[in-house]
């Protein structure tokens, strides 16, 4: 059985993230770790905040911090967050760390002993007001594809295109706001990409071939335009410095990597930080080298997938040692607002902390999953999440476990009734439910999780239908055995439902396995088709009780406070 290695695209420093951010990379990843672990899986999940470049000394700047505090107190607020949404990360770690450090630097070493980096001369903008080379993000102006006024040196926000700093029409610092800018001439380190392009192509054609469609055209889109040459170093206070012993005049100057150089390698690094924090686990290179019995899973929205499957690839191959790469990446399309653009840096949207503001965690996850933008763009809509959430949520799982155990606990007391044997109806519902589990399993065994939150609503539906046709609470009237085997079979669809629902709802799930004193504590495992056909999870005699409302609906006053409060537009 292979171990699984599983990252989220780390979320950026420069502030909260919101819901689109979430559905696009960590809580995917987090689904997929849960049902794995429940599977039986040894599962790694990684992650941390990304803290270097020039939007964390910008951020920093503004915010009257040094940029080591600024990191320093966002990374806590991030993480506290993604505790409120229930993201199991075995370790959520820091790109600062000393751990990435040194494996950065290390990398770097490794590249320039097989000729894969070389020093270049380039011209570059220097900000006179400023007195300092200006990187790319330093730098904003007008676009001249779209005509978005605050583009980055970059790549606009906007429109999403690549961009160098004297493509921007009427340029100016983002450091001062000053226009006098000049060209110069300095030094920086690039990556051959160029010289990998050949090995990259090879791999991506090898490795490629069955992730998803949006992940495996942008990463050939970026071959077939050419695999040029990129500056990893940049002019900044705050990142990885060039190491002293190979570079010495550059490290002198100052000089850190660029973000997107360190930040994938961050990956090994937090797992290192992992492996440090307790001599218990399992080393660290063991995920990572010569890991021939490790499956390794990305999870990232589509604007960081040309990094990941085209750069790190690059990086990791022109070491030439034997770094684990990715198998299976897992990308994402965007989550808009009403049709605009979830923006951390245009505050436009809902962001995570104001959703747990609201409403707990299971709400955002599920609503989150049932509708993630995997074949295309999808939109949020008050009105979709209010529809979402009261429909399937609270009318056709939180009702269900609601009014079976309120009427089993009026009519036949606080124990699992023991009622008749089953009879046909209960064979053909074991049937089903065995059917519909085999089809939410392979939905998950194939990251789509869609059709996964479909196939766990249909067993949901399931104890809906079942239930209506019995109809115990006509039953009762004149067969109170019949009446007492409909409860308890329903009773062993709330038990399996707390199990099998764990991986999107995991809050709610515990309260449903909670209502059952037999139940164990913990994670649960996973339901073989036999115990789901025979539907006999629960003795009959078990104690149980009634829990508070699973899931309250949305009400009008709700989304009209809301929609005021964020805007609908």
Same mark, same amino acid.
């Given at each position: ?22 559905v ?44 080591e ?17 229930? !993201? ?9 760390s ?6 950065? #630097?290390?990398?770097?070493r490794? !590249? ?60 100016r ?16 380190? $690039?990556l051959?990409?160029?010289? !990998?392009?050949?090995?990259v192509?090879?791999w991506?054609?090898e490795?490629?071939k ?22 990893i ?36 690094g ?24 490790v ?7 589509k ?7 085209v750069? $790190?690839? *690059? ?21 808009n ?62 009702? $269900? ?16 009734p ?6 046909e109806?209960?064979a ?16 998950l ?19 809906n ?17 019949? *009446? ?26 515990a309260?449903?396995?909670?209502v ?10 996973w339901?073989?088709?036999e #115990? *789901? ?10 104690? $149980? ?21 964020f805007?609908?537009?």
């Amino acid at each position: 059985m292979a171990r699984h290695l599983i990252t989220s695209a780390l979320p950026y420093i420069n502030g909260i993230k919101h819901l689109g951010n979430m559905v696009g990379s960590m809580l995917p990843a987090d689904v997929y770790s849960r049902y794995l672990r429940q599977r039986g899986h040894e599962v790694l999940y990684i992650c941390a905040t990304d803290e270097h470049g020039t939007p964390a000394e910008l951020a920093a700047k503004a915010a009257g911090q040094s940029v080591e505090q600024f990191c320093a107190e966002q990374h806590d607020a991030q993480k506290a967050i993604y505790d409120g949404f229930a !993201l199991s990360f075995d370790y959520f770690g820091r790109s600062s760390s000393q751990q990435n450090r040194e494996i950065t #630097q290390e990398f770097a070493r490794e !590249l320039k002993a097989n000729g894969f980096i070389e020093e270049r001369a380039i011209r570059q903008v220097y900000s006179v007001a400023d007195g300092r080379f200006l990187p790319d993000r330093y730098i904003e102006g007008t676009c001249p594809h779209c005509g978005y006024d605050k583009a980055r040196g970059d790549q606009c926000e906007n429109c999403t295109r690549l961009l160098d700093p004297t493509d921007l029409i009427n340029p100016r610092s983002a450091v001062s706001g000053s226009t006098e800018l000049e060209v110069r001439e300095t030094t920086h380190l $690039f990556l051959l990409q160029s010289k !990998l392009a050949d090995e990259v192509e090879a791999w991506i054609e090898e490795h490629g071939k069955d992730w998803p469609t949006l992940a495996s055209s942008i990463a050939r889109k970026w071959l077939t335009e050419g695999l040029n040459d990129r500056a990893i170093t940049r002019d900044l206070d705050w990142g990885v410095p060039v190491p002293a012993d190979v570079w010495p005049e550059l490290a002198a100057q100052g000089k850190v990597f660029y973000v997107w150089f360190d930040a994938p390698i961050e990956y090994i690094g937090a797992t290192k930080e992992w492996s440090d924090a307790d001599p218990a686990r399992r080393d660290w290179k063991s995920w990572w080298y010569e890991a021939t019995d490790v499956r390794y899973t990305e999870f990232m929205a589509k604007d960081n997938v040309p990094f990941h499957t085209v750069m $790190f690839p *690059a990086t990791q191959l022109g070491t030439r040692a034997p770094w684990k790469k990715v198998d299976y990446v897992k990308a994402f399309n965007w989550l808009n607002y009403y049709g605009g653009k979830f923006s951390t840096s245009q505050k436009h949207g809902i962001f995570t902390d104001a959703a747990l503001e609201l409403l707990p965690a299971d709400y955002w996850r599920y609503f989150l999953m049932a509708n993630a933008p995997e074949s295309d763009d999808t939109s949020f809509s008050w009105e979709l999440f209010a529809t979402t959430v009261n429909k399937d949520l609270a009318d056709t799982l939180g009702n $269900f476990v609601n009014r079976v155990l309120s009427f089993s606990l009026k009519r036949f007391g606080d124990t699992v009734p023991a009622g008749a044997e089953p009879g046909e109806a209960e064979a053909a519902l074991g049937t089903e439910v065995a059917a519909l589990i085999a089809e939410y399993q392979a939905q998950l065994d194939s990251l789509q999780f869609r059709k996964a939150a479909q196939a766990l609503r249909a067993l949901w539906s399931a104890g809906n239908v079942y239930l209506e046709t019995k109809a115990p609470w006509l039953q009762i009237k004149t067969d109170e055995a019949g *009446a007492a085997l409909t409860l308890r079979t329903a009773m062993q669809l709330i038990h399996l439902y707390g199990v099998l629902s764990a991986p999107f709802i995991p809050a709610t799930s515990a309260a449903m396995r909670a209502v059952f004193a037999s139940s164990e504590a913990g994670e649960p495992g996973w339901v073989s088709e036999e #115990q *789901a056909t025979a539907l006999d999870f629960v003795a009959a005699g078990t104690s $149980f009780t009634v829990p508070p409302v699973l899931f309250a609906k949305i009400t009008e006053d709700d989304l009209a406070a809301w929609r005021e409060r964020f805007g609908a537009q």
